[in-house]
Nanobody, 118 residues
Framework: QVQLVESGGGLVQAGGSLRLSCAASGRIVSRNVVAWYRQAPGKQRELVASISSDGNTNYSDSVKGRFTISRDNAKNTVLLQMNSLEPEDTAVYSC????????????WGQGTQVTVSS
């Protein structure tokens, strides 16, 4: 049973930084993609950034140049470094792990709140 636990959210002023961590317990196949999503009140969930097991990254246009996603496969951890935060970044951030063995598997973390004050 794979579980994801996020940490690192909080309250920060505009222009500040936060680092989110997504720690996986349990066994995930070696080929996988881990992504961070966010959902603000009244808005749809959106993809923020993703990273594959071989290190390929993808970012939404709204966070390019400000956020960096990285992973430590030995520690089963994915980090999201968020710099130059803006009030528009306020949302619940959730970690997702996806892999494929005959079918697609998706596991979600519980989410962590990020609040950016102006």
């Amino acid at each position: 049973q794979v579980q994801l636990v996020e940490s690192g959210g909080g309250l920060v002023q505009a222009g500040g930084s936060l680092r989110l961590s997504c720690a996986a317990s349990g066994r995930i196949v070696s080929r996988n993609v881990v992504a961070w999503y966010r959902q603000a009140p009244g808005k749809q969930r959106e993809l923020v950034a993703s990273i594959s097991s071989d290190g390929n990254t993808n970012y939404s246009d709204s966070v390019k140049g400000r956020f960096t996603i990285s992973r430590d496969n030995a520690k089963n951890t994915v980090l999201l470094q968020m710099n130059s935060l803006e009030p528009e970044d306020t949302a619940v951030y959730s970690c997702n792990a996806r892999w494929w063995v005959f079918r697609q598997y998706d596991v979600w973390g519980q989410g962590t709140q990020v609040t950016v004050s102006s």
